[in-house]
């Protein structure tokens, strides 16, 4: 998991494959990047609503606003580790990890949106935490606690 007690948790992946055009062609790297990336991914959240994508040679950023109950904008931002106008090139291999990555999050967005659904249930008793697969969930769960903490204690004492 990649966590830090209080402000991101996430995780990371070993298989991480890139990208690949039509002949062959890649995007290049970020540079001094160690050999763990050669297949290594993260994927942290800042908390409350920033979730990141690190890959070798291009990451994302996804803001979450929230706009009521119920309802949430996601904006995204594919950034590479070259100016595209640079590279023209590259345009068509750019508009395939861009192709990559919507279907990869529109699948996402079909299993939060269930289970969101499934939290309005009537026996839904709150889940429960796997020790194993839930530290970053946990994190952010106490970091929600601890902002509503703060917020009563600022309430009170005005």
């Not at 690949?20 to 001094?32: L, R, T």
């Not at 890959?55 to 995204?76: C, N, S, V, W």
């Not at 249930?121 to 709150?126: E, L, N, S, T, Y």
């Not at 839930?134 to 994190?139: I, L, R, V, W």
């Amino acid at each position: 998991h990649v966590e830090n007690d209080g402000s991101f948790a996430g995780q990371g992946s070993k298989v991480y494959r890139r990208i690949k055009g039509e002949n062959g062609e890649m995007f290049p790297d970020f540079v001094g990047l160690p050999e763990w990336w050669d297949e290594g991914a993260e994927y942290p959240v800042l908390f409350p609503n920033v979730l990141l994508a690190f890959q070798r040679d291009h990451f994302y950023a996804m803001l979450l606003l929230p706009q009521g109950p119920g309802k949430t904008i996601e904006r995204t931002e594919l950034f590479y580790s070259f100016d595209p106008a640079d590279r023209p090139d590259l345009a068509p291999l750019l508009a395939k990890n861009a192709a990559q990555w919507k279907s990869v999050l529109e699948e996402d967005l079909f299993v939060v949106e269930g289970m969101q659904r499934g939290r309005h249930a009537v026996h839904f008793d709150g889940g429960k935490f796997s020790p194993v697969m839930d530290n970053p969930t946990y994190d952010f769960h106490r970091w929600v606690a601890t902002q509503v903490q703060k917020a009563r204690s600022q309430h009170t004492a005005e």
